[in-house]
Each structure stands twice: as C-alpha cells, then as structure tokens.
C-alpha cells in the first residue's frame, strides 16, 4: 500500500513539474510564430491541382 503512495507522489511531481515548465515556455515566447502570418498571403488555401484527365484517341 505505501508504494501506491510513492508512485502517487512521484506522478503528482512529474506532472506539476512539466505544468510550470510548459507555462515557462509558454510565457518566453518558445511558441510564438512571427514568420507564417507575414506570408500566409503568398501561399494558396485550396491547392488547385490538374484534375482533367487527359484522353488520347487512337486510330
């Protein structure tokens, strides 16, 4: 029974652990993204691609 609650306690540190580091990053600015909105214009939002198919007629 008590390693229930040493795998508890470790668990709960773990997860607490990753939560302040998550909002660490988070708060620094890892996720920000500068680049894409500057050239989400160029880039088309529906790919427009050769959908006619090509029939040949043999003699």
Same mark, same amino acid.
Request: glycine share 4%; no cysteine.
């Given at each position: 029974?008590?390693?229930?609650?040493?795998?508890?306690?470790?668990?709960?540190?773990?997860?607490?652990?990753?939560?302040? @580091? #998550?909002?660490?990053?988070?708060? +620094?600015?890892?996720?920000?993204? !500068?680049?894409?909105?500057?050239?989400?214009? @160029? #880039?088309?939002?529906?790919?427009? +691609?050769?959908?006619?198919?090509? !029939?040949?007629?043999?003699?």
């Amino acid at each position: 029974m008590e390693v229930i609650f040493v795998l508890i306690g470790i668990s709960l540190i773990l997860a607490v652990t990753f939560l302040v @580091l #998550f909002i660490r990053a988070l708060k +620094s600015g890892q996720y920000d993204d !500068t680049y894409t909105p500057s050239v989400r214009m @160029l #880039f088309d939002k529906n790919k427009q +691609s050769d959908t006619r198919k090509r !029939t040949t007629k043999s003699k």
